[in-house]
């Protein structure tokens, strides 16, 4: 099993900037891809950003140019740092670990991010 805690959410002004974390504990063995996804209210969770374990990157193209994702192999973390904020960035974002070849995957419990003036 993996637990994953995410923090770093919060209110932030359009513009502002954020820094999401995501620790990771338990048996982390064969994690494949980590990632970070959003859920704005009424809506469907959508993907918003994914690390490889081969350091290969890719971001949703609403969040191109503004966000990016890192992670810490020693911390077992994962972070999403947030810039030029917009409202439409409102949300409850998770962090993801999937596992191979057991195509186990681990969810957060979310943290809110409020983007508004």
């Known amino acids: 099993q993996v637990q994953l805690v995410e923090s770093g959410g919060g209110l932030v002004q359009p513009g502002g900037s954020l820094r999401l974390s995501c620790a990771a504990s338990?048996?982390?063995?064969?994690?494949?891809?980590m990632g970070w996804y959003r859920q704005a209210p009424g809506k469907q969770r959508e993907l918003v950003a994914t690390i490889f374990n081969s350091g290969s990157v890719n971001y949703a193209d609403s969040v191109k140019g503004r966000f990016t994702i890192s992670r810490d192999n020693a911390k077992n973390t994962v972070y999403l740092q947030m810039d030029s904020l917009k409202p439409e960035d409102t949300a409850v974002y998770y962090c993801?670990?999937?596992?191979?070849?057991?195509?186990?995957?681990?969810w957060g419990q979310g943290t809110q991010v409020t983007v508004s003036s």
């Open positions: 993801n670990f999937y596992r191979l070849p057991a195509a186990n995957n681990y």
């Open positions: 338990g048996n982390i063995f064969g994690i494949y891809r």
